[in-house]
């Protein structure tokens, strides 16, 4: 897409252009789902856009939760980020090996942090890679920075929070599984879960925000996408998911399209479906 906003998205020639600024920082965010068999770090270790360092979103969470990948402690985020390297006055770009996928919910955290230089690279790691850019197996070594969190509640949101919503009609529900999940003909990856959809949600896969190359569609074309999914945007907006991760890209195109009034179902299906 045509990109207006450098701190919400930006393309493989702006990053390129600023790769070596003294203040951006890259962030490998890959995560696959567990039917994948993959291992999103060994990845990173063989391959990476140059000075990215590797953000694992299993383990930066919350490791008190049987639920997977859920918003960490505030002050575990701060501790492990800021050993990462990233913190105050960096301009953070996110990127995946898949496109756009788990880069946005490494977004949605740091947005939820409260650290709002924050951008994903349209079209990912696979976009990079065929445009014959440059990669890297030597791994950055970055001085720590001080990551101050001024937590925004407001873009996260509880089972309690959401199952009201879904009874009372209060905000518009929408799920970024495939069709064949949220209408509960296909099982889900994860095991122990059972099939369907939160009552009184839509179904807006999140694949049909994007292009044939893995980028954003145009705002006028997502607005129509999420019109043609029932959505009306003049409510608020809770968008949902298998584990919150693609979820995250809803909320990527909601602020992208300008909608402000949105925030994420955190525990999504992994915990709707088990109870």
Same mark, same amino acid.
């Given at each position: 897409m045509t990109i207006n906003n450098p701190q919400t998205l930006? !393309?493989? @020639?702006w990053l390129n252009h600023h790769l070596n600024d003294l203040d951006l920082r890259i962030v490998d965010a890959s995560w696959y789902l567990p039917s994948a068999n993959?291992?999103?770090? !060994?990845?990173y270790l063989q391959a990476?856009?140059?000075g990215a360092v590797f953000f694992d979103i299993d383990e930066i969470s919350d490791q008190s939760s049987s639920l997977p990948h859920m918003v960490p402690p505030v002050e575990l985020f701060a501790s492990k980020v800021s050993q990462l390297g990233l913190g105050d006055g960096h301009e953070i &770009? &996110?990127?995946d090996t898949s496109g756009v996928f788990s880069a946005a919910r490494v977004w949605w955290l740091f947005k939820l942090m409260g650290h709002n230089e924050v951008s994903v690279l349209d079209g990912g790691y696979p976009k990079w890679l065929a445009e014959g850019r440059l990669v890297t197996d030597t791994l950055p070594h970055l001085s720590k920075r001080h990551f101050t969190v001024r937590k925004q509640s407001h873009l996260v949101k509880s089972y309690e929070e959401v199952a009201k919503a879904s @009874? @009372?009609?209060?905000?518009v529900i929408i799920d970024a599984r495939s069709s064949l999940r949220f209408r509960g003909l296909e099982e889900e990856p994860r095991k122990g879960l059972r099939s369907g959809n939160i009552p009184n949600s839509k179904n807006l896969p999140f694949q049909d925000l994007l292009t044939n190359d893995g980028t954003f569609k @145009? &705002?006028?074309e997502l607005k129509n996408t999420f019109a043609e999914a029932g959505v009306?945007?003049?409510?608020p907006v809770i968008t949902t998911c298998g584990s919150g991760v693609t979820a995250a890209v809803l909320s990527l195109a909601l602020t992208l399209m300008g909608h402000d009034n949105h925030s994420l179902y955190d525990g999504s299906w992994a915990e709707w479906g088990s109870k």
């Open positions: 930006v !393309s493989t @020639e993959r291992d999103p770090y !060994s990845d990476h856009i140059p &770009v &996110v990127y @009874e @009372e009609c209060t905000s @145009e &705002v006028p009306d945007l003049a409510h």
